[in-house]
């Protein structure tokens, strides 16, 4: 299930960014604003599946990690679909896009942790390459109260890549792992 949530929460990121443009019909406004909703949403379902491929909790470096990414990336992605919502009584504005630096903080850490003591090295390292892609394309992003260069083309060629990723690593939360 989480695995799937993965997969659909790339999916919704690519069509809300697809659809954001300015001038867009009620309906496609409205579509993409559900659709805003929906990925963080589900971003929050593929960190609930990951956590299962977290080592054993210990006092290590890399366990406690694994732990502390999880908390702040739920975090994260519940703030985001609290913000679509308009639950924080915040107005859509480049600062309220900060809970993406929680999420994506959350999934660094977690990809880590999977690839170092995890039961999937695989799957760490693509969770690792698809929080990369993320920061590049948050850091990227014009629209980004934090933007370090604002290059718009890099910014969606790599959201497009992040969305990719994102349902490649729920893709391998789908098939079930068989190691011993």
């Known amino acids: 299930m989480a695995g799937t949530a993965a997969v659909l929460a790339g999916l919704c990121y690519g069509a809300a960014g697809y659809l954001d443009r300015p001038g867009i019909s009620g309906y496609i406004d409205a579509l993409s604003s559900a659709l ?51 639950a924080l009584g ?30 999937l090295r695989l799957m760490g390292a693509v969770v690792s390459i698809s929080a990369a892609l993320g920061w590049v394309s948050l850091l990227t992003d014009p629209a980004f109260s934090g933007v370090l260069v604002p290059l718009r083309s890099v ?6 890549a992040f969305c990719l990723s994102s349902m490649v690593w729920g893709a391998i939360l789908v098939v079930p792992y068989r190691g011993h």
């Open 36 to 86: 805003s909703v929906a990925f963080p949403a589900l971003f929050l379902g593929g960190l609930l599946g990951l956590r299962t491929h977290l080592p054993p909790t210990r006092t290590d470096f890399v366990s406690s990690a694994g732990v502390v990414g999880f908390v702040v990336g739920c975090f994260g992605a519940m703030l985001g679909a609290l913000r679509a919502l308009g």
């Open 155 to 160: 910014h969606v060629a790599f959201a497009a």
């Open 90 to 119: 915040l107005e859509e504005t480049a600062t309220t896009e900060w809970w993406w630096v929680l999420f994506l903080d959350g999934l660094t850490l977690m990809g880590l942790a999977v690839f170092l003591k995890g039961r």
